[in-house]
Each structure stands twice: as structure tokens, then as C-alpha cells.
């Protein structure tokens, strides 16, 4: 903290996994939460803080985020739409090849 000129009042601590990556649900609760309501506690106009300075041990990677409904029938809407041009496609390619 010393090196890096970050005031102490300014430091929170997060209890946290130590490997390299981490899952999104994980990163919500663990870190992403627990900054958001440091910031607007100390820093309700977001004016004070100018950037976050990482340190020692927190994860690398976040995995994605879950699909919430309306995005997990679109994604099945999508793949049902997918397999009937492709269904469309292959029936395309075998009236062409016997027409020739």
C-alpha cells in the first residue's frame, strides 16, 4: 500500500479464492459486491475514486454469466431456428445433386 500511495482509509479487504480463476456467481458476491457498496458508501457522487488497484491474490479470470430465462429461450429459439436451415440446407444440397 505503501509503494503504491493508497491511504488506508481507502483499502478494502475481500475474502476471496486465491487461484487464478473464479465463478461469475462467486465474483458477484466475493468482490464485485463488496466494491460496489465500499464505493457508494465512500463515494456516493463517484467523484473520489479514479481506479481500483488490484493486489496479490485476487482472481485473474471470471467465468461468464448464467443465462437468465428470457436469454435461455432466445438461445433455444436460436438453436431450434439453426437446426431447420440446416435441416433447409441439406435438403437443398440433395435436390441440386439429383437434378444434375
Not at 4 to 29: C, F, H, K, W
Not at 71 to 90: G, H, N, T, V, Y
Not at 92 to 100: E, M
Given at each position: 500500500?505503501?509503494?503504491?500511495?493508497?491511504?488506508?482509509?481507502?483499502?478494502?479487504?475481500?475474502?476471496?479464492?486465491?487461484?487464478?480463476?473464479?465463478?461469475?456467481?462467486?465474483?458477484?458476491?466475493?468482490?464485485?459486491?463488496?466494491?460496489?457498496?465500499?464505493?457508494?458508501?465512500?463515494?456516493?457522487?463517484?467523484?473520489?475514486?479514479?481506479c481500483?488497484?488490484?493486489?496479490?491474490?485476487?482472481?485473474?479470470r471470471?467465468?461468464?454469466?448464467?443465462?437468465?430465462?428470457?436469454?435461455?429461450?432466445?438461445?433455444?429459439?436460436?438453436?431450434?431456428?439453426?437446426?431447420?436451415?440446416?435441416?433447409?440446407?441439406?435438403a437443398?444440397?440433395?435436390?441440386?445433386?439429383?437434378?444434375?
Open positions: 500500500m505503501k509503494k503504491r500511495s493508497v491511504p488506508a482509509r481507502n483499502l478494502i479487504e475481500l475474502d476471496t479464492v486465491t487461484e487464478e480463476d473464479m465463478g461469475r456467481q462467486e465474483y458477484e458476491r466475493e468482490i464485485a459486491g463488496p466494491i460496489r457498496d465500499f464505493l457508494l458508501s465512500q463515494d456516493p457522487e463517484g467523484r473520489k475514486f479514479r481500483i488497484v488490484l493486489m496479490y491474490g485476487i482472481p485473474l471470471v467465468g461468464p454469466p448464467t443465462p437468465g430465462e428470457e436469454e435461455k429461450r432466445r438461445i433455444s429459439d436460436l438453436d431450434k431456428r439453426r437446426a431447420d436451415l440446416q435441416q433447409c440446407a441439406s437443398l444440397c440433395f435436390a441440386r445433386s439429383i437434378s444434375r
